[in-house]
C-alpha cells in the first residue's frame, strides 16, 4: 500500500539550531514530491518540487533533499518566523491527478 | 487580487441546511481541486476539474456537490451535512503539462472552515 509519513510529528527548536524534518514514502513510478510550510488558518504555501533522485533545492535557511525512499527538509540557523506545519506531498504515475499528503510535521522555534 | 481565494472564510450551517463555498484562481491555471482538511488527518482529496471537466472524484458522499462552470471558479455545493464533515475545505489550483499528467505544484487558498451544527 502507498504511504507517505512524516517524523517527527512536532519539533521544537531553538533560534538558530539546525535540524531536519523527514517525508518517507513507499509509492511507485514517483512523478513529484513536494513540500508546503502551512500557518494556523491558512491554506498550506509552495516551497519545492523534487523530481529524482539526488536532487537538492534551497530557499532561505531551507534546503530539500531526495533519495529513492525519503526527502529531508534541513532548516539551517532558524528563526521564530519559520514555524509553522510543514507538509510533503507524493504525485505518482498510478495517482492521476491526486497528490497524497503526510500528516506534516509542526516546528515550533522558541527565541 | 492575485492567487487563489476562497470565500467565505468561516461558515457555520445546521445539518439541513444547503450553502455553497466559492473559490476563484488568478493564476492562469488549468485544473483546481477541492481538498478536506480534518484534525489529525492528512490533507484528503475530494475533486478535480481539469478544463472545466471534472477528473476524479474521490469516493466523495453525494452531498458535497462540485460546480466548475469556467477554468478559473470552482463552487462545492453542500446539502444535509453531518457534524463529522467539520473541517477546512481548502481549493487548490494547477497548471497541467501539455503530455498529461501533474507535476506542476499545487497552488491553495486560505480556506473555509466549516462547522456543522
Known amino acids: 500500500e502507498d504511504q507517505v509519513t512524516q517524523s517527527p510529528e512536532a519539533l521544537r527548536l531553538q533560534e538558530g539550531e539546525s535540524s531536519s524534518l523527514n517525508c518517507s514514502y513507499t509509492v511507485s513510478g514517483l512523478r513529484g514530491l513536494f513540500w508546503y510550510r502551512q500557518d494556523p488558518g491558512k491554506g498550506p504555501e509552495f516551497l519545492f518540487t523534487l523530481y529524482s533522485a539526488g536532487e537538492e533545492k534551497e530557499k532561505e535557511r531551507l534546503k530539500a533533499t531526495l533519495t529513492k525512499k525519503e526527502s529531508f527538509l534541513h532548516i539551517t540557523a532558524p528563526k521564530p518566523e519559520d514555524s509553522a506545519t510543514y507538509l510533503c506531498?507524493?504525485?505518482?504515475?498510478?495517482?492521476?491527478?491526486?497528490?497524497?499528503f503526510g500528516p506534516g510535521t509542526r516546528l515550533s522555534v522558541l527565541p | 487580487e492575485t492567487g487563489v481565494t476562497q470565500t467565505p472564510r468561516h461558515l457555520v450551517m445546521g445539518m439541513t441546511n444547503k450553502k455553497s463555498l466559492k473559490c476563484e484562481q488568478h493564476l492562469g491555471h488549468n485544473a483546481m481541486y477541492w481538498y478536506k482538511q480534518s484534525a489529525k488527518k492528512p490533507l484528503e482529496l475530494m475533486f478535480v476539474?481539469?478544463?472545466?471537466?471534472?477528473?476524479e472524484n474521490n469516493s466523495v458522499p453525494s452531498r458535497f456537490s462540485p460546480e466548475c462552470p469556467n477554468s478559473s471558479h470552482l463552487f462545492l455545493h453542500l446539502h444535509t451535512l453531518q457534524p463529522e464533515d467539520s473541517a477546512l475545505y481548502l481549493c487548490?489550483?494547477?497548471?497541467?503539462?501539455?503530455?498529461?499528467?501533474?507535476?506542476?505544484?499545487?497552488?491553495f487558498g486560505n480556506g473555509t472552515r466549516l462547522t456543522v451544527t
Open positions: 487548490a489550483s494547477s497548471q497541467e503539462g501539455l503530455l498529461g499528467g501533474i507535476e506542476a505544484p499545487l497552488h
Open positions: 476539474y481539469n478544463f472545466k471537466e471534472q477528473t
Open positions: 506531498a507524493v504525485q505518482a504515475a498510478n495517482y492521476g491527478q491526486n497528490f497524497v
